[in-house]
């Protein structure tokens, strides 16, 4: 996202050209869009054995990724593969975390019951941001590997 910008090097920009930032953010979207549904749909069928677990494990996930990913920009060097990196799917990251750690911790306190339409709807967004954020964390892997 940062690296059309001047401040970018040119070594950056040409990392950014090959991380495929716009393909990260369709792929974060289809996929979550398709984990979501399933999630749903396992919760709305009472097949969730565990939701609150579940909704649990993806914010400290989410929490944690955020520490990565801060701990990781501050503690690179200045032209290291990492900060550009992170610079290149910084957009993505964090729309994926915040969006899990948010809906994570609405979805912790409301009712979670099989019927709840409040609950479906929770847990499908906590579901979709998840997702984005896993897909994220995998193309920020990808672009680490080029």
Do not use: K, W
Request: proline residues 1%; positive net charge.
């Amino acid at each position: 996202m940062l690296c059309g910008y001047d401040c970018c090097q040119n070594e950056e920009r040409v990392r950014c050209n090959r991380c495929m930032q716009g393909v990260m953010v369709l792929v974060g979207i289809i996929g979550g869009l398709v984990f979501a549904a399933a999630a749903v749909l396992l919760f709305i069928n009472a097949l969730l054995t565990a939701p609150f677990t579940a909704l649990l494990t993806a914010l400290i996930t989410g929490i944690v990724f955020l520490f990565a990913v801060l701990i990781g920009a501050f503690a690179s060097g200045r032209g290291s593969a990492l900060r550009a990196c992170i610079r290149c799917h910084l957009g993505g990251l964090f729309f994926g975390i915040f969006g899990t750690i948010a809906a994570g911790s609405i979805a912790v306190s409301v009712d979670l019951a099989v019927g709840s339409v409040i609950g479906a709807v929770m847990i499908g967004l906590t579901a979709f941001f998840f997702a984005f954020m896993l897909i994220s964390v995998l193309f920020l892997v990808r672009c680490l590997t080029d």
